[in-house]
Nanobody, 125 residues
Framework: QVQLVESGGGLVQAGGSLRLSCAAS????????MGWFRQAPGKEREFVAT????????YYADSVKGRFTISRINAQNTMYLQMISLKPEDTAVYYC??????????????????WGQGTQVTVSS
């Protein structure tokens, strides 16, 4: 069982930056591939980024590639999403997710077993 808690969301102007954190409880955090998803009002939850258990492999949605960076510190049971050059269309609730399996990266929300409660990111124009 893994419990996830996101933090770091907020209101930022277009072009600004934010760093989201996802703190995980439970054992063997490094055994889990992790992901970030987001959901804007009236839209489906969409994939943002995913990272392997070791942190050595990452994938990004095309819409965030080059602007967002996913990372993790396994010794601290924490995953991050560094976001720069934010755009109004990045406004959404951001969720972190976990999936057992070091290399089981996934880009659809049904791939993941555990979810956080979400943190709101609002980018003003």
């Amino acid at each position: 069982q893994v419990q996830l808690v996101e933090s770091g969301g907020g209101l930022v102007q277009a072009g600004g930056s934010l760093r989201l954190s996802c703190a995980a409880s439970g054992r063997a955090f490094s055994n889990y591939a992790m992901g970030w998803f987001r959901q804007a009002p009236g839209k489906e939850r969409e994939f943002v980024a995913t990272i392997s258990g070791s942190g050595g492999t990452t994938y990004y949605a095309d819409s965030v590639k080059g602007r967002f960076t996913i990372s993790r510190i396994n010794a601290q049971n924490t995953m991050y999403l560094q976001m720069i050059s934010l755009k109004p269309e990045d406004t959404a609730v951001y969720y972190c997710a976990a999936r057992f399996g070091i290399f089981r990266l996934g880009s659809t929300f049904t791939d993941y077993d555990y979810w956080g409660q979400g943190t709101q990111v609002t980018v003003s124009s």
